[in-house]
């Protein structure tokens, strides 16, 4: 009967979507069952009784054993179901320890996946097969509800609150992820592709740090203003001029800076990978050893972005 | 004239006696704009209600139609044009669920074929408070003109859940919008309260409770529904107006709030209000079929029961429109197993429905067959809405069409299918005139077709995983949505057709008889249309309600 699953049900894509479409095709069918428990009396009796002038009913005004075994056997029928759909809950609700953690954002209308590395993807989400992820999640705006049909699970996404929701793929491929909370224009295509892939493919994944830097292969400086932000170069370093505890990135390309415990260098490609990598080894006069090494923290790309980005802020 | 109901009780069909017509009624002894606009008399404010009810039920229809319309491709054209933008689309799903619950379904049994029958099947001349009646149309009217309001100024996209932050923030008038759910919660409150005094205090002499009709049970559990849920959707709602106009930090976490409490108050009365809606269907239901089946009603006392119970149960089971939505796991799970007890009244009333068919006397006019429809998809209602309550199920099928199938399917499937056949079963009451039952007939059979072949597709839709509320769809479901959309039309023609013929019976004289069906409730007991005092002599009730025996055996 796989078929007749199929037409009712997305792709499988998980050991969880095979135990819930069984209970779904069981309830499908004992419902079947039920609906047919009813309509062919209705129907059989409207023509087995149909009217004829002067025929008189008998007067059967109810029946007790009938009407308590017609509460309570459905009674009985629903706690089983309850403790049945319990059951597969259970599973759903209480993600396994070891499961890798990824954060899930929300906001009009995209998806934004961050890794345990830190890596960062905008509605493109790699997962290794047969493992357990975790999504913690939470929404930036309105509310939003992360579905994902083949793994047949969902969950709402609340501003000012992390909800949770796992699962367990085992179908290598692509699936949909989309949106099943209403949250405006942008409601129905704010869809994601979720790539379950092999381990190898995976950690490939996570050493180019996902694919949102490819949008900006062309225009760098942007990508390394984002990691200004995200990497925390902020904190010390301003790109308008303006002092902070780090040198000002406004004008530093290509100027000729005076080091601390003499010496001067001429601020150029080398210096600046430099002093990301290893920072305590040229510290401009003026300013304190405070940087910390960002060796393993940043990527290649994210290096390239930062240079090009100091380089656009003339 | 003399009406003694001792004498009426039994005919055992059809019953084509000679109309015995006052010459004055109802309709005819007052006239002018005035004598309606100020009436007291239930049965005219039922008749305006009525008027007002189906004018909703069209404006949401169009509405409905237009979704269906622009859903039929996955890229809106029609003729080469785009049909709707996505906005427009969210507006039109938010105004039809919006007047379709707040304008129509809700007020729609109770205000209309409530307030014309209550009295008369009680056997009194009106309701306990004629005034508050005639306040709760106006408060009715007063809503439905804010809400019309709206569509003027631009109309709210929320959809009809109001579900906040988005409604806090968003664009358009929501604030008028959700004044005017408060104001029609006001007029539904109105008419809960007149329902209940009327029952406790206006029965006829010798009618005890369980001497009532099975109409007045449903109707009496839908006011306790409507008197006790009703103000939670008002406080909700003015908590919202609040946080919209002061932005007081009540739904909207970026000043304090908490958008899952709103869920939780929104679902605590709408919950209920889905048994607003239900409890009416059922209880013409409960009419229709022992007069039709010419046979007395099998477990009258269980039907009773269950209408009670099901309007207890409604307040408990709020938390299962929210088991994905972050309320905690533990509720989670006691209010899927709470869910579950629904089943069981709702079961009793459909097994003792069609006990009631077994060895009847069946004629099948357009109210049985309208009876039978509802008994067929109120059951595929129910049934799809085991998978809902089922946790895990559920989790794959909540926010996505099966939902939107599941809830058509009791609500327009049960009672809007109830509505109608009562509508035909009490036009002849409240006219005078005689429907064309061929029409009907027809009418009543494109009714199933196209509703089933609209809302069935849905839930295939829904459990293949498209969610609700989308304008753009993935191409693999095109199919189904055209075939949902062929079907809305027919069903939309066969609404036609039943507003046609009817209007059309009221061009001919009056020529219903005072009996037309071989009721046994009061309202049958008094002439077509009625006198304005109902009955020209106090009846007494002396025999049980739904007795078919000939008269002779019951003395």
Redesign the interface.
Known sequence: MDWFRN????PQGSAYAG??DF??MS??WM?VV??LG??I???Y??WR???????????????TF??IT??VL??LL??G??F??????M???VAPGEAMEVQVTAKKWLWQFEYPDGTRTVGDLHVPINKPVKFVMTSE???H?F?V??M?????L????F?EVWFNPTVMGKH?I????????????MRGTLTVESDADFAKFLETGGTEWEDYKTHMQDWGKIQWERKGCNSCHTYDGATSKGPTWKGIWGSTVELEGGGKVVVDEAYLRESMINPQAKIVKGFQPIMPTFQGLLRENEIQGLVAFIKSVQ | MDYNVTTMAVQ???VSSAPSRPKKHYLNETKGFKSWACTLDHKRIGVMYLVGVLFAFMLGGTFALLVRLSLMTSKHMLFGKVLMT??QY?RAFTLHGAIMVFLFIIPAVPGSLGNFVLPLMLGAKDVAFPRLNLASFYLWVTGAVMALTTLVLGAV?T?WTF?T??ST??EGPVTLMTGAAFVLGFSSIFTGLNFIATVHKLRAPGMGWFDMPLFIWGIYSTALIQVLATPVLGITLVLLMLERAFGIGIFD??IGG???LFQHFFWFYSHPAVYIMILPGMAIISELIPTF????I?????IAYSSVSLALVSFIVWGHHMF???QS?LA??VF??LT??V??PS??K???W??T????????EAP?LYA?SF??LF??GG??G??L????????L???YFVVAHFHYVMMGGTVTAFIGGLHYWWPKMTGRMYSEAWARIACVLYNIGFNMTFLTQF?LG???M????????DQFQPLHQFSTFGSWILGLSLFMTLAYLLASLRKPMDAPENPWGGTTLEWATSSPPPTSNFLEQPVVEREPY????VVAAK
């Open positions: 037409i009712m049900m997305p135990e819930v209970v779904y309830l499908f419902s039920l609906f009813i309509a009396p209705a129907v009796f409207a009784y149909y009217y004829k002038p002067g025929r008189v009913t008998p007067h059967i005004t109810h029946n009938l009407e017609w509460s459905p009674l629903c706690v179901i309850f049945w759909g319990l059951k597969g809950w599973e759903y609700a705006d309105v509310l509800d579905f049909p083949d047949r699970v969902k969950h709402d609340i501003p000012g609150r909800t949909i989309t949106c099943a909370e209403y949250c405006g224009k942008g409601h129905s295509d | 055992t069909g059809p996505a906005e969210n996209d959809g579900y932050p988005y923030t968003t976490p970026r908490d958008p899952v089946s010419h046979k007395t099998f477990g009258y006392r269980a994905v939505a972050g796991q989670t799970v899927s197993a579950f007890l089943a069981i079961g009793v459909v097994f003792n069609l006990s068919m077994y060895k009847g006397n069946i004629s099948l049985m039978i008994l067929i059951a595929i049934l799809t085991i998978f309550g089922t946790l895990s199920t559920d989790v794959l909540t926010d996505t295939f459990s293949k995983g969610p609700r509320r989308y304008y753009n769809y993935l007795d078919y025996r000939p």
